[in-house]
């Protein structure tokens, strides 16, 4: 009987410390998307050769839905892809994970509506009525909804589908800039679209993170990994064509033409980097302005430490 | 046809049906077996206000032919005649069938249940209220009347299983194996009191069997059924008095009629 | 009286108290992270402290779960007396009726807002496609059950079909269409929330905001808040059987 309890102790050992290591430590990152071109840096320097030779072997996973945070606290992989208010929240909630790599200096969310539609502005959108289909819960949502009139709004669940924007000219919706805009244009719609950067929200987005451990543990693996995927950024950023390629492959719903053009669509989102700032870099007054900015959304419950969160992996690889 | 005809109970003779079999043939098609006979060229001629047993082995098609009779099922070849009526035709005649299991609706109290086939027949209210109350009086289960059938027992279950049977007012009274179901004491006190609303009513009886003591005690008539196919084997009018005490039970007549109803079971006995 | 409630309440109450203990000490003493497993003291926390939320979204899913659970009781046992009229009509229609069974409600949530809009149309379109079958079924089979000689009894005395129907066949399926919509409640709620997520409003649109905002503990809260709808539902139709078989036991060979 107590042999029996012993072991079933164990087992709830094991599985609540599910470090699992990879085979002959390869580096499993997770996308919380299908791949494309917002993560083009990652897959060009798998292909290109930019992680062999900095001695990284890396495995990709995940995907839509993916509860990335988790996987990463979990030990399931090595780095994930979050958004940077995903980062300050999970450290929030006691995990300690780090930003390592920013991939969107300009955050390319934004809302998309029909270009028939008299606003010309992000609060007019809002003002005018209608629906608007956003993924409940999410902080730039609850920034919007906190600075503008959403009176006259009912704001309604995305299901990352444009089928319901397509038939109703009232409907306004969440968008990645490099993604529904281009899709909804090709079936045929007019389309504007408004970045929520513009609204004063402008956190970094398509976030390299990992545990907070590792980075202060295996330091010099992280710097290797983060000079990789720089390389691979500015691979990526001068000749997108191979990279598209072997994600077309792996993502059979977007064609070529779509990936050319959202790749050309991210540019200057990826590029907006101050002078002498490398691809993906980060400063802590930028983290400090998203800290408070969650706080007065009451997604914090104490104050972030923005020095704490992201991990200076240094500059090397391609700068820009 | 019933209503407004609610005869007291003193002078209640509603009389008898005529019941006639001519080669009445029957086959039922299963998955399982195949072709059934159930019953074989049965010829059988019933007087009003007769009390018959059919007494047979299982499966010997006895039930089979109480439904031809209660106009339930057609028989393939032959005719069944209730008074020189088709028993299918409209407006149906006046028949109380009596099931092995009371059958009784769980949802209903006993009275309810009793006034069942008079309210299916459309009679008011309150004749049909008044009716069952009758019936339920005559089986002597007045002090249950507003009992649901979960408090009865096995016994009370059957008596307003009667009751309901008799609510009509019949005139032909069908009974399968009624009481088979019922501990020796119970049956033999239902025996009697069946015997002796015959008595009081006058009504025909055909009564479905396989104990020769209780055949041999209740009817007046024993139509032995041989196996499958029904086919009668023996149709003997019973050298027995009228009044049928239980002490008759024990009376040297009656053991000589169980003999003769045995003897002509026996062959019936060995088949399948 | 007491007694007896003591008896069925305390067990149940004492098993959960010790489960919940047991969770929060070996959450505690291994570490485990509040975004992969919240502890029973935080997701209690969080159902208290969030009650201003997750009452009105509660009372939201539980109306259009009523309308749906409503729904679904009245078609499916208008569609189980279809089927049980001929063998012809159930056999040709039965198969479409198991469609309900079958269908992902996830996969067509969205096109159920998209035929009946955002909101409660949608939700109680998911509730009721959901929880129809189990209502047909059982029905059914209690249409089915009824016995033979009871039917030859109505027969005899010349009864309709309607007459039959209503003083035999649906007292003697009642058990079964109960046990129909129990089983339908527990269905109805998914559905819901399913419908919910996609459809919004609701427990459905808190988890999922909850989701994303990575308060898992809330998750967790809203998650029990709709298990106290469907224990709701069960005890009220468990009431329904008592009060409407109280005299009623039903044996089921023999004897009725």
Redesign the interface.
Known sequence: MSRALAIALLL??VA??NRGSSDRGATRVALNWKPEPEFGGLYEAVHGGAFARHGVSVEITGGPGAPV??MI??GQVEFGVVSAD?VL??RD???DLVAVFATYQTNPQGIMVHAQRRATALPEVFSEGG?LAV?????YVKYLQQHYDFSKL????Y?Y?I??FL?DAGLAQQVFVTAEPIAARRSGADVRVFLVADSGFNPYAAVYATRGSRAREARAEVEGFVAALREGWSGYLRDPRASNQAMARLNTEMDAETFEKAAAAQRPLIESVSAGGALGSMTTERWDELGKQLQALG?LDHPAKPGECWFDAGTSGSTR | MLAGRMQPRSDARPQGTRVRLSDVHRVFHSAAEGRIEAVAGATLAIEAGEFVALLGPSGSGKSTLLRLVAGLDRPDSGSVALDERDPTDAPRPAIGFVFQDAHLLPWRDVLGNVELPLELLGVPQEARRDAARDAIARVGLDDAIRRAPSQLSGGMRMRVSLARALVIQPRLLLLDEPFAALDEITRAQLDEELRRLWADTGITVLFVTHSTVEAAFLAERAVVLTGRPARVALDRRLDLPVERASALRSDARFAHELAVLHDALRPAWGAP | MTRVRAEIVLPPVIALVAVAALAEGAIRAFGVSPLVLPAPSAVASAAFERAPILLPALWTTARSVLVGLALSTIVGVGAAIALASTRWVERAFYPYAIFFQTVPIVAIAPLLVIWFGYGPPAVVAAAFIVSLFPVIANTLAGLQSVDPDLRDLFRLYGASRLATLRKLAFPWALPNILTGVRIAAGLAVIGAIVGEFVGGGGLGLVVLGAMREQRTDLVFAAVLYASALGLALFAAVDLACRVTLRRWQRHDAGER
Do not use: D, H, K
């Open positions: 709830l050992a609540a410390c945070v988790q606290e979990s995903e929240i999970a909630r006691g995990v629906r993924e409940p819960g999410l902080a009912a704001v309604v669940p299901s589908s089928g319901p038939t997604l």
